[in-house]
């Protein structure tokens, strides 16, 4: 039975609560001391800074009122940063002293290309001015897909849009140089059908590097996330059922064995850029979520254990919406977590990982597409996403040149370090009249769409009736005609056009040799491991028809498998998925 209903239900009933609340503070004069009486303690809390013009700041903006029930508002409606409902932010203090160099950088940014030594070599060019170790990595069609670099008709894809990876000797040249077990390191893998073999294949590389108790020093995460890729981007091998399995028992396994990595990350990006609007994107990726989390409770998992490991991934765009987007979901999701799920403090907060829009950059004066992502970054960064990586200008055209790609780094390193608008205060803009009005318009409509797919029957049931999917193709559908029709100005293309003919950006593409030389590795890796890979594949065939936990085996089956004969000996016992019609 779906929880949609009533976690719209919930919200509704906390938004009461609160406006009783604020009532309360008007008219009780026991509860509204009370609440001046913390006021004043929060204040008196907060610090002082100064800018380098000499101007005194507070660290923490809280709203210049000692009306009881404006106090109440604020406090149960939007939450201190790092407080529930968690609008303002997750942590009580994010960004500030960037020019300190203190804490870790919130830039972590996605790379991917050639094979792993060219992927390694672009991590080092982009991490070179990094103090901690963010890793973001792309792979390229045939690993997305589980097949092998000498499987028949890919030797064109390989290491092309992404890193191809078949083996853990792959994963190892993708890591080589970086320490993964510092505390500030973390690897973030944009992976999802193949995502157990990909993520024992790094747990397994880590255990060659690091030795075999370095697992739980893993930091990270890795998307998986199953929902969204039938919903919007097709990246699926195994049927729905045996997907979600393999989920949680790679869920299962992680969370007490690595404790520090976040097994899902539950993503929104991939359906903005289908074509949802901001409130789909939102609505669809928040259901996910929440649906993962009743499957993690059927199979008798804590929530408190697992909820605190769930981690999100959002697009942001230029419509107004983003402008509260990632705000709106935290809210959300918290109340949720705590009034429907039970789930503790921990398992309330939701962390957000942001991508720039790619659909929104086009190869019309390409320039451009370099302050469409610097805006872009501005409303990720007002919404305090605790990570976020910027793409690059050139990617109309092609995989980022490197010349591009650092570029979008140091527009994030301006606005975070140059700038002065997030380095000295907290919630510089949290609680402005124009912000709370689209919040609630947002939060609204997220709960329209939940109830919708509640009449359908929950998430997977509305996706069976592709309730998702017809939904991100009418808003593409919409999108594209609003560009037509000229009612969406997009600079450039069909606004202020220039005669300017395309200009000639040099390819970054996978050269054959290079082709060839993934494929004579791949082959030489399963020479060397021939006389154990049919026992080690026979094994994790067992374990996947008797129902035992198919991720604990699949750590040791990448040490002597191949991406591809493991891909095929996992369909071979739940076989293919077959797209709904």
């Known amino acids: 039975m779906s929880q949609l209903g009533k976690i719209s239900d919930s919200v509704d009933t906390y938004n009461a609560f609160v406006r009783a609340e604020v009532q309360r503070a008007r008219t009780d004069a026991a509860y ?83 094979l792993a030594e060219d992927t390694n070599a672009r991590f080092k060019y982009l991490s070179r001015n990094q103090k901690s170790i963010r890793l973001s990595t792309a792979f390229d069609g045939p690993t997305l897909y589980g097949l092998d670099s000498d499987h028949e008709g890919v030797l064109g894809k390989v290491g092309e849009g992404g890193v191809a990876i078949d083996t853990v000797e792959d994963m190892q040249r993708l890591f080589a140089g970086f320490d993964l077990t510092r505390k500030d390191a973390s690897v973030s893998m944009t992976m999802n059908a193949p995502a157990p073999i990909i993520l024992a294949m790094f747990i397994a590389a880590a255990k060659r590097r690091f030795g075999a108790d370095c697992v739980p020093n893993l930091r990270g995460t890795i998307q998986a996330d199953m929902l969204k890729e039938v919903q919007a981007q097709n990246e699926v091998i195994f049927p729905i059922d045996a997907s979600l399995r393999f989920l949680g028992d790679m869920m299962e396994w992680c969370v007490p064995n690595m404790p520090r990595w976040y097994p899902v990350s539950i993503s929104g990006y991939h359906i903005a850029e289908a074509g949802a609007t901001p409130v789909q994107q939102a609505a669809f990726t928040l259901s996910n979520g929440f649906t993962y989390v ?94 976020c990586h910027s793409n690059s200008a050139d990617e109309p055209f092609t995989t980022p040149t490197e010349k591009y790609a650092l570029l979008a780094s140091h527009g994030q390193s301006i606005i975070l370090e140059e700038s002065g608008v997030f380095r000295h205060m907290m919630n510089m803009f949290g609680g402005a009249p124009g912000l709370l009005a689209l919040e609630r318009q947002v939060e609204k409509g997220i709960l329209d769409v939940f109830r919708e797919m509640d009449t359908l029957g929950g998430v997977i049931a509305a996706m069976e009736q592709r309730y998702q999917r017809s939904k991100i193709q009418e808003a593409g559908h919409a999108y594209e005609k609003q560009i037509y029709a000229h009612q969406r100005p997009i600079i450039g293309l069909n606004k202020y056009v220039s005669e300017e003919a395309h200009p000639n950006v040099p390819l970054a593409r996978t050269p054959p040799k290079k082709q060839r030389l993934q494929v004579e590795r791949l082959k030489a890796f399963k020479k060397k491991h021939a006389k154990k890979a049919p026992d080690a594949l026979q094994k994790l065939e067992n374990v996947t028809r008797n129902g035992g936990n198919v991720f604990g085996e699949l750590v040791n089956t990448v040490e002597v498998c191949s991406l591809g004969q493991i891909t095929a000996c996992l369909t071979g016992v739940v076989g293919k998925f077959r797209p709904m019609v």
């Open 294 to 387: 009743e499957l993690l409770k059927q199979r008798g998992a804590d929530v408190n254990a697992f909820g605190p490991r769930l981690s999100f991934f959002l697009d942001c765009g230029l419509d107004v919406e983003y402008l509260v987007l990632g705000r709106v979901c935290r809210r959300i999701w918290a109340i949720a977590m705590r009034d429907v799920f039970g789930a503790d403090a921990k398992a309330q907060i939701l962390k957000l990982h942001t991508q720039t829009s790619g659909r929104s950059l086009i190869a019309a004066e390409f320039q451009n597409n370099l302050t469409r992502t610097a805006v872009e970054l501005m409303l990720a960064y007002m919404n305090y996403t605790n990570s």
């Open 32 to 114: 509204a001391a009370d609440l001046r009486a913390r006021w004043e303690k929060i204040r008196a809390s907060v610090d002082h800074t100064t800018s380098p013009t000499g101007t005194k700041i507070p660290r923490l903006a809280l709203p210049d009122t000692d009306e009881p029930g404006a106090i109440a508002d604020y406090l149960l409606g939007q939450g201190l940063p790092g407080s529930f409902p968690y609008a303002n932010a997750a942590y009580r203090e994010m960004y500030l002293d960037r020019d300190s160099a203190t804490g870790e950088e919130p830039m972590r940014l996605f790379a991917g290309l050639g």
